[in-house]
């Protein structure tokens, strides 16, 4: 097997989730270092929700857009600096900016039945010159047919690749199966595949996805990133070689990396604890994590009961206030019960 395989790394960007989004511009550019000397393609940076998500709903960054992009394109000198944009987060003016700074690749990442609010970001994107990912996030909520549609559209706006993005962490192999398999049987472009570590199997699920032809495949050290985190970067490389993949990545550089530059940054270690677990289990949107356990806290509520109503009513990113009305309702009915 001699396939190559593109590997990005998202410790400096859905990494900071685990950390609150609070790297600093020296911590970037110290992680950006050690993952540009390990040989990984795509290092993306930003905050968790993207480009221009510091904000009171997803939480205040460390620092700027910018300074965490100079930082990050001041150290790499070999891989794509790549960052995230949600259509209604992020903006062409915030795109043209980190563009000028140095980011080489931009991942446009919509709900899986949304690609159309994609087209103008993308075709944006491609005007600059920039690798542009189309990302169909929440794949769990739709059946392939349905993200063949979606895909076909990003594909259709000039998109470089189209990722199959596991964002509940709620899939198991075969449902990544049927997914990248449908979207490789139905366009020209690469396909890839984002795991979240919910249930436990990121590194078998992409593992899943490539033997069903995704070309492109994330990771990020330590495993860091929303809910339980992502597939551990220096593990599912470990994973790939082992099954013969070539990811031009340096394992034993990427295992440093992760214990001398990344672990000590850590604010708590990235293990599937009972809120994680439920994420995957009701399909609830990774990044909820955190915001889950603070409501959580504020109303006295349990934070699972949040979570599976949150799975129940089948609120997607974006939605983060609906945390807020869940915990509040259930508070409520504690109350009433009570009495």
Same mark, same amino acid.
């Given at each position: ?59 205040? =960054? @460390?620092?700027?857009? #910018? ?7 001041? !150290?790499?000198? $070999?891989?794509? &600096?790549? *960052? ?96 990248? =398999? @449908?979207?490789?049987? #139905? ?7 984002? !795991?979240?570590? $919910?249930?436990? &199997?990121? *590194? ?136």
């Amino acid at each position: 097997m001699t396939q190559r395989i593109v590997i990005t790394d998202s410790t400096l960007r859905d990494g900071m989730h685990t950390v609150s989004h609070q790297f600093t511009p020296a911590d970037i550019a110290e992680i950006a270092t050690a993952l540009d000397k390990s040989g990984v393609d795509l290092i993306e940076v930003g905050h968790g929700d993207g480009l221009a998500g510091s904000s009171y709903q997803y939480g205040f =960054s @460390a620092a700027k857009d #910018a300074e965490c992009l100079k930082a990050a394109c001041g !150290a790499v000198k $070999n891989g794509k &600096v790549t *960052v995230l944009l949600l259509p209604g987060i992020g903006t062409k003016k915030d795109l043209e900016a980190a563009a000028d700074i140095g980011a080489k690749a931009v991942r446009v990442a919509t709900h899986v039945t949304e690609a159309d609010i994609s087209e103008q970001h993308i075709k944006v994107a491609k005007d600059m010159g920039l690798f542009t990912v189309g990302f169909l996030m929440m794949a769990h909520m739709e059946e392939p047919e349905r993200m063949v549609e979606q895909a076909k559209k990003m594909e259709s706006y000039g998109a470089d690749v189209v990722y199959v993005t596991d964002s509940a962490g709620a899939l198991l192999p075969d449902g990544v199966r049927t997914r990248v =398999s @449908a979207l490789r049987q #139905a366009v020209n472009i690469p396909v890839g595949f984002h !795991a979240h570590n $919910n249930l436990g &199997v990121a *590194v078998g699920n992409t593992l899943a996805a490539l033997q069903e032809g995704a070309t492109f495949v994330d990771g990020s050290l330590r495993g860091m990133g929303a809910g339980a985190g992502n597939a551990q970067t220096e593990v599912m490389v470990a994973a790939l070689h082992k099954a013969g993949y070539q990811t031009g990545c340096h394992l034993r550089k990427l295992i440093e990396a992760a214990e001398q530059n990344v672990a000590p940054k850590m604010l708590r270690p990235q293990i599937i604890d009972s809120v994680a677990l439920i994420l995957g289990f009701a399909g609830v949107y990774s990044s909820f994590f955190l915001h889950a356990k603070r409501a959580a806290e504020r109303f006295n509520v349990d934070p699972l009961e949040i979570l599976e109503e949150l799975g129940r009513r089948r609120i997607v990113g974006g939605q983060e206030d609906q945390i807020i009305d869940v915990a509040y309702e259930l508070s409520q009915r504690q109350k009433t019960l009570v009495r």
